[in-house]
């Protein structure tokens, strides 16, 4: 009934010209959010994995090659070293293993006091992994780091290779993109 009661009039007497300025202004800003607003970075142009630019729209981890293997940043601890007590706590240890790494320009922030996920398999120790957050700084290398790349989880999982490690990472990254 209220579609009976409304006119409506041809478009040639509602549609309003756009004025010079505001059809500029409109194209101006339009550019702006395509280009600021994009969620593709630096990295993703020009195809560098080590630039923290890259794949705006997801979460990025830090996995570096060691001795040709690619891996996240690990250490052994103290007393699985056989260098008795050091008084170090495991999250001591994995700070300074990840400084003496990375480089102590590489500011990252603890997610927790406690491991996020373990993986234990018959013939190594257990491996603990902590979840910290980059907020500042770059990765410097050391000569013993290969090479290094921030990845997406499906990239971690690929770079990690086949089995229980690689579904682990994926598990522990959770459904975030």
Known sequence: MADALCKVYPEKFTAAEEGPDRKQARLKLKALVEKEGSREGKGDRTADERSLARKLSCRLYLLLRIDGEWQLPQTQWASERGAGESGASAREEVAVAVAARCGEELQLHWMGNAPIAHLA?????????????????????????????????????????????????????????
Do not use: I, N
């Open 121 to 177: 398999t018959a013939d190594t120790p257990a491996t603990f992994f902590w979840r910290l957050q980059h907020f500042g700084g770059a990765v410097h290398p050391t000569a013993e780091v290969e090479d290094y790349g921030w990845l997406t989880k499906e990239e971690l999982a690929e770079r990690l290779g086949a089995g229980e490690l690689s579904q682990l990472v994926v598990e522990m990254c959770g459904p975030f993109d």
